[in-house]
């Protein structure tokens, strides 16, 4: 019989597996506390949820959501960095610790939906964020605004130029 424990982590975790845009399933086990708790205060830094559980209940979880694909990430020691925003940090967040450190290694990711394999979350630790996007983007609509109201302002600029060489002229 399943105890409460477990039962509470279970539909926390099917909670998460739900709203999550992303989900880095992790191998820790070889980092020392003083790594895990660095590597912890990153990921909340960027508001990325690091747990660690159970396979069993990670796997009970996952039919929960119908979530296939998963089984073969749940060997070993596993954690994971949920996120609820943006679905490449993690792997942005791991690529960076991992510059000091040989683990985290990510064992799968679940993309939105689809499952990947861990080596893809180095493509996705490359991709640029939702903030860089929009910056882009704004920058590529300002840029014909500006040059058109720079358009508008020098023939003014020109006529009041001329204007005001014949008025000059005339006195």
Do not use: W
């Amino acid at each position: 019989m399943p105890s409460n424990k477990n039962i509470n982590q279970v539909e926390q975790l099917s909670e998460s597996f739900s709203k999550a845009k992303a989900i880095y399933f992790t191998e820790y086990h070889g980092l020392n506390v003083g790594d895990i708790t660095r590597l912890r205060g990153e990921f909340f830094k960027e508001n990325i949820e690091y747990k660690v559980a159970k396979n069993t209940l990670i796997e009970l979880a996952a039919k929960q959501n119908k979530i296939e694909g998963v089984n073969e990430f749940l060997k070993g020691s596993t954690a994971l960095a949920i996120s609820y925003d943006e679905p490449v940090l993690p792997a942005k967040v791991i690529k960076n610790f991992c510059k000091d450190n040989d683990l985290p290694h990510v064992k799968g990711i679940l993309f939105e939906g689809r499952v990947l394999p861990g080596e893809d979350f180095k493509k996705l630790a490359e991709l640029p964020s939702k903030e860089e996007l929009l910056s882009k983007f704004v920058l590529l609509i300002r840029s014909p605004i500006q040059n058109f109201a720079y358009g508008l302002k020098d023939p003014m600029q020109n006529l009041v130029g001329v204007l005001n060489n014949l008025k000059e002229n005339k006195n």
